[in-house]
């Protein structure tokens, strides 16, 4: 098979065995509308800037996101699924890259639910720059979805796994994000990504790429020692 | 032989600290910011060290990833725990400073946010040590780690820049530089002797790690008994 194909058979698996039992799905959405909840009380829409209300979307979207982020090859470990899957005549870029995607495509249908609540809950008009959003949305989740992966899969063994995931995920995660908040911001209030903004979209392609190769290259490490 | 070096080493960093003391003590209070000044003695040479480390660390833990040497994995612990101790000292060196000239102790500026993003980073590197137990493991992952901390570096500096700064313009290696020959003399000096402190306080790190080795493979003879 080619190397792209197996790619979608590790995706489409992974889908398959989320969405018979939802259970990271329905936490991290769910986690989200509680995150956005909670954060009404700290925050009276009235006296807040709404740029600022787009900057913690993504705070929402990464907290959210690790419930998923968690599961990617913590799912593997009962009756040894990881061991079978790394004996399986498949390279380690081809199993990374398969659940990367498939986590991304979780995170994202997360955040395409969580977006209008949070329009809603707030009072923001998201979609004045619908499709621009949505690439800032693709590009930033692919960020965490990646860095997420790598760390979900060097912590699958380790003692305390829930807490050490977001402690090793969010310092890394940083650029991102903040390349993110920024673009999310201006976008959420009807800005145009401009001349001054266009670096933070820079920033996010550059993250996305560095990151995507070293965790490519280094992933077999990871997986067969 | 070994232990004969260190004394050296330890002695020489000793004087030359010592004899730095008493040069610093005796140089004019600057112009505008009085005695506080003399704190840069310290506080940007503990950063030079801290790269040092950081950058060692780095080749420590690629050559481990290279030739699967325990040695080496050693000295990635050693000088990353070194290295994160001036960092520290750099912060708090800083916030002393910042408190007397800016008052305030902190302030979200780009380099304090970046030397403390960096220095999560790094602490997540100790972190993810303390909670893997079988050692191969715990030594490929925390090298693998160390490479994806090394390459965030660069990039959460330049986001936190875009971002906002604050910090006074770096006065060595750049152009707009006012810092009279001398008292580089001095800053250089004092960095050789933060230089070889951190040299002898790796190397005795080094040998605890060695020693901790030497239980561990003297406990598994023992059960194996």
Known sequence: MSFARLVLVVMAKDLRAELRTKEALNASLAFAVVILVLLSFVIESDDVPQKALGNLLWLVFAFAGTLVLNRSFAREVPNDCLDALVAAPISGAALFLGKALASFLLVLAMELVALPVFGIFYNVRWAQQFWPLMLVTVLGTWGVTVIGTVFSALTVNIRLREVMLPMLTYPMLLPALLGAMELTGDLVTGTPIGPDTVTWLKLLVGFDVLFTAASVTLIEFILVG | ?225
Not at chain 2, 75 to 86: K, P
Not at chain 2, 96 to 113: E, H, Q
């Open chain 2, 1 to 225: 032989m070994r232990d004969k070096i260190l004394y050296v080493l330890g002695a020489l960093a000793v004087l030359v600290l010592a004899r730095n003391l008493y040069v610093i003590a005796g140089l004019p209070q600057e112009a505008a910011q009085g005695a506080i000044f003399k704190i840069i003695f310290f506080h940007v040479p503990a950063a030079w060290t801290a790269i040092v480390a950081a950058i060692t660390a780095l080749t420590m833990s690629v050559q481990f990833l290279r030739t699967k040497d325990f040695k080496y994995d050693a000295a990635a612990v050693a000088v990353t725990e070194v290295g994160l101790a001036f960092l520290a000292a750099n912060l708090v060196t800083g916030s002393i400073w910042a408190r007397v000239i800016w008052g305030i102790w902190w302030t979200w500026d780009v380099r304090l946010t970046s030397a403390l993003v960096c220095w999560l980073l790094y602490a997540g590197y100790l972190m993810l040590r303390h909670a893997i137990e079988e050692p191969t493991q715990r030594a490929t992952f925390a090298a693998v780690f160390s490479i994806l901390a090394f390459l965030d570096v660069p990039i959460v500096y330049f986001s936190i820049r875009w971002f906002r700064t604050q910090h006074p313009a770096p006065v060595f290696l750049s152009s707009n530089g006012s810092f009279p020959a001398d008292w580089t003399r001095v800053l250089l000096s004092n960095w050789l002797g933060l230089l070889l402190l951190a040299i002898v306080m790796t190397a005795i790190r080094l040998r605890q790690e060695e020693s901790q080795r030497e239980i561990d493979s003297l406990r598994r003879a023992a059960h194996a008994m």
